[in-house]
């Protein structure tokens, strides 16, 4: 049982988690606990709002729209990673959704399928929404979601929450049938909680680049392929395999390695590939995806990165695609560059680079 803290904690809860805080209106009254109960809280709910803009996204939040009153969340995220109050108390945001779901966060347990709706969300979770179309196209810049990872940890710490990997914060996808969000490139929910679950081992403000147990810079890699051809048969993920990489001065040839990241960290990975025989408004798919090392060494995947999903005019295409992410506090966590295509038959990589900059945690 978990009372809602009082507006002033919560302002000081995310202030001292280092999250940049603006006050919009009367956000400490603004409120729906007319309509129904605030608590106990049990956990965090995270939004995409498909609007764009700040201050007309904000102002929506706060008033709400002719069918549902606002507030319609606790705080909106904005592009840059500013977090605007617009309501303490019931708000509109979760709806109903899956008391098993319910359940599991409450005992800090793996989620189950949402497949219900038969629990009221707006009385148990503090609620998030991050300004994004929603389109799996608008980009999740780097400092929007470490301000949710931020503001998610800084309720979680207040509360006692999360201490051993974190079930406390979700995304509406997994609390509501049909939902989506949050969606898009840049954002994963196990990305979320995997970084909050890190600043939980921390003290409140910690920062990778800036904590005195890291370098303050980011470390550089580059992985590329020299007289390399990787065949990609229709409808299965193939993983890209690289045979050189940069030192800092000069390209060293190596063993074709499948990884391009390595050991816990924080990451913007950027990776292009050159394909050989699309065929005109075929679409070619790539991702990167986590690997982790089992108990008997065979290295299985656990998770990946949105998928970018290109269609192409036909002929040869070369394709590149960004994305930040983080890999949890394992060393034996790795980073691999997958592609598939739904073709009639086999289309060939002749060319392939990833170059991160990465913290390591």
Not at 115 to 128: M, R
Request: hydrophobic share 35%.
């Amino acid at each position: 049982m978990a009372t809602p803290l009082s507006a002033d904690k919560l302002l000081k809860a995310l202030k001292d988690e280092g999250v940049k805080v603006v006050e919009h209106k009367n956000w400490r009254t603004n409120n729906r606990n007319k309509v129904g109960s605030w608590g106990p809280v049990h956990g965090v709910m995270v939004h995409h709002t498909v609007t764009t803009g700040t201050s007309g996204t904000v102002d929506l939040c706060y008033g709400g729209r002719s069918d549902l009153p606002g507030p319609l969340c606790h705080g909106v995220v904005a592009k840059d990673g500013t977090v605007y109050l617009v309501g303490h108390g019931r708000a509109n945001h979760a709806g109903a959704g899956d008391q098993d779901v319910l359940n599991a966060v409450v005992a800090e347990k793996a989620l189950p399928a949402d497949n219900e709706t038969n629990a009221d969300g707006n009385t148990h979770f503090y609620g998030f929404e991050a300004v994004n179309l929603g389109d799996n196209k608008d980009p999740w810049p780097a400092a929007q979601v470490e301000a949710i990872v931020r503001a998610s940890a800084a309720l979680c710490r207040a509360h006692g929450w999360g201490k051993d990997g974190d079930t406390s914060v979700i995304g509406h996808l997994e609390w509501q049938p049909g939902k989506i969000d949050p969606r898009g490139p840049g954002i994963t929910m196990k990305d979320v909680r995997a970084r909050v679950a890190e600043r939980l081992r921390h003290s409140a403000g910690w920062s990778p680049a800036s904590s005195a147990e890291e370098d303050e810079m980011p470390q550089w890699s580059v992985y590329g392929t020299t007289d390399y051809v990787r065949t990609v048969p229709p409808g299965a993920w193939t993983t890209l395999q690289f045979n050189r990489r940069h030192d800092g001065k000069k390209w060293v040839d190596k063993e074709a390695e499948p990884s391009i990241l390595f050991g816990s960290c924080h990451y913007t990975a950027s990776v292009g590939v050159r394909v050989v025989g699309l065929a005109k408004g075929q679409e070619f798919q790539i991702r990167l995806a986590e690997y982790r090392a089992g108990a008997d060494g065979k290295y299985e995947r656990t998770g990946g990165m949105p998928i970018n999903s290109p269609v192409h005019d036909g002929g040869d295409g070369h394709f590149t695609y960004t994305w930040t992410g983080f890999i949890s506090a394992t060393d034996k966590g790795r980073v691999r560059v997958e592609v598939m295509h739904y073709g009639d038959g086999p289309l060939t990589v002749d060319w392939a680079r990833a170059e991160s900059l990465y913290w390591p945690s």
